[in-house]
């Protein structure tokens, strides 16, 4: 009964090539989120998509690509796999941040357990 | 966009010391949460907290929003605790995205 899920957990590749990962949460939220953590930790704020639209976009090149085909499922697909994309990827969901508290919920994020994502 | 910091960067305890992390924060902010990054790389969420104290077991939380800091207490502290601990923070003008802070990487020693 995992909360947040991610397939794969591992996937080597080499450059050029075209992958997706798939999450999937059975929380019953609105919101999902794409992560990436650099070898340094650093967390950075990919994508957010509430109710299969999305709402946040940061500055990702095109290559990345998510698709929500329902409100339970968020995946990232990359084109073009680069070097640089080597990191690791967290799937993430929540209830809606803007609603929650006016529903007196006070949500959080969960995580999935992350895709380690290695380019040769 | 708000700018998250944490500090120290690296602590080592011993076993049984205690600690105290912090997370400063540039602008108002309408969540916060702090997450355990655990050494096989397990997001866990430890805290929502926004403002106000609150304690769950040997942790316990306090943000003071309105100079804009959280501190995150560990007492008694254990070898499950080692990992990096992150804060991240959300904003009321922009819902839905959060901030995270470099982490503090926590080594609690035997």
């Known amino acids: 009964d995992t909360a947040v899920s991610q397939t794969p957990k591992y996937l080597v590749t080499q450059m050029g090539n075209d992958k997706s990962i798939k999450c999937e949460q059975n929380?019953?939220?609105?919101?999902m989120y794409w992560y990436k953590q650099d070898s340094k930790k650093f967390l950075k704020i990919m994508f957010s998509?509430?109710?299969?639209?999305?709402?946040i976009n940061e500055t990702v090149p095109n290559r990345f690509s998510p698709k929500s085909p329902d409100k339970a499922h968020l995946n990232l697909h990359i084109n073009s796999l680069e070097l640089g994309d080597s990191a690791v990827y967290f799937c993430?969901?929540?209830?809606?941040?803007?609603?929650?508290?006016?529903?007196?919920?006070?949500?959080?994020?969960?995580f999935g357990p992350g895709t380690r994502l290695t380019v040769l | 966009g708000i700018q998250v910091e944490q500090s120290p960067p690296d602590l080592i305890l011993q076993e049984g010391a205690n600690s105290t992390l912090r997370c400063n924060f540039s602008?108002?902010?309408?969540?916060l949460q702090w997450f355990h990054q655990n050494p096989w790389g397990q997001l866990i969420n430890l805290f929502y907290?926004?403002?106000g104290t609150k304690q769950n077991g040997r942790l316990s939380a306090t943000t003071v929003a309105t100079e804009r800091y959280s501190l995150l207490y560990i007492s008694s502290s254990q070898t499950t605790d080692s990992g990096v601990y992150f804060c991240?923070?959300?904003?009321?003008?922009?819902?839905?995205?959060?901030?995270f802070g470099s982490g503090t990487k926590l080594n609690v020693k035997p």
């Open positions: 993430a969901s929540s209830q809606d941040l803007e609603l929650a508290p006016s529903r007196g919920r006070t949500d959080t994020q969960y």
């Open positions: 929380l019953g939220h609105d919101t």
């Open positions: 998509y509430n109710n299969k639209e999305l709402i």
């Open positions: 602008d108002s902010v309408n969540n």
């Open positions: 907290i926004p403002s």
């Open positions: 991240a923070v959300g904003t009321t003008y922009n819902f839905n995205k959060f901030y």
